[in-house]
């Protein structure tokens, strides 16, 4: 299962879509239904599963042949009241304490699903929280067997066994004893390895260009709330990308760099909405050259490290108004 939620960890849900499609995907998963209706409406065919749906999603997943994550006995008492005839994934809560049905709630939950033999349980899930760590291995082995514990006595109850998915990412490659028979490639797909075991080839480059150059004499403030200020004479080159782009403002004022050519340029000032200003002084840079925000160097880590997150949350930033171009090598 490719997770293309979050449009794809902002690359862009449908292109990422069409182009893994029919690469051996047997899943898709998104978060929400309106993520789902956008890959269904662009032609996707191979099933996608929902894992967070609301009630009211009920309708519109069950018309459009999408498979929908039951986590709580409120939500499956809606869907069975709904008389949806959509196919459900139970998600079970081992650790992460996020979604999920708890191992108290065991004996109520196996009662309704005796109670409605019509349902169709097409997968039981859960999530780990740490198979990126090492030092939390003995818990992950925790989360593995009360999901063996919990999916066993719901399979006894329903007299078949549904498909069995756990893994994420790092858990694929750490955890290979815990596949079962999906696992859920996420981040890794994007070329980033959070277990730091793989070295992955990073699949994406943030770049702009030079909107215009500036010579700034000594003692002149740069930006908003002068925050920038020339302790000499100097040379500035303004860029069209701001945080409105994904572009923190966290990143200003010499926290970041970018990479022009082989040559690196940090940031001056505070990042504004719509554009960024960085120190140029004695680089050999004009009007329109091309700008690199994170790809080779700096890398995505190396950003994240920056602000202080994960590549995560810099792909999944990366504003919609940036033109994303897509090269299959």
Known sequence: MVMVKANAYGLGVVDV????????????????????????????????????????????????????????????????SSGSTTKIHLKLETGMNRLGFSEQE?????ELLKMNPQLQVTGIFTHFSSTDLPAEDEFSRIQAEKFDRMSRAIIDALGYRPMLHALNSPGMVRFPGFQHDLVR????????DPSGNLD?????????????IRDIRKGESISYSRTGQAKNDMTIAVLPIGYADGYLRVFGNGKAYVSIGSATAPTVGTICMDMTIIDVTGLDVHEGSEVIIFGNDPSIAQVAEWSDTIPYEILTNVGERVKRTYIDV
């Open 106 to 110: 065991l004996p109520n939950l196996i």
């Open 17 to 80: 879509a069409r182009l893994v499609e029919h690469r051996g995907v047997d899943f898709f998963g998104v978060a929400y239904q309106e993520e789902a209706h956008e890959l269904k409406s662009n032609g996707i065919q191979i099933p996608i599963l929902v894992m967070n749906p609301d009630a009211d999603d009920f309708d519109g997943i069950e018309s459009e042949g999408i498979q929908a994550g039951v986590y709580s006995l409120n939500l499956l008492k809606k869907f069975i």
């Open 185 to 192: 490639l996420g981040i890794g797909l994007y070329g980033f």
């Open 200 to 212: 992955l080839q990073s699949v994406a480059t943030l770049k702009t260009h030079v909107s215009q």
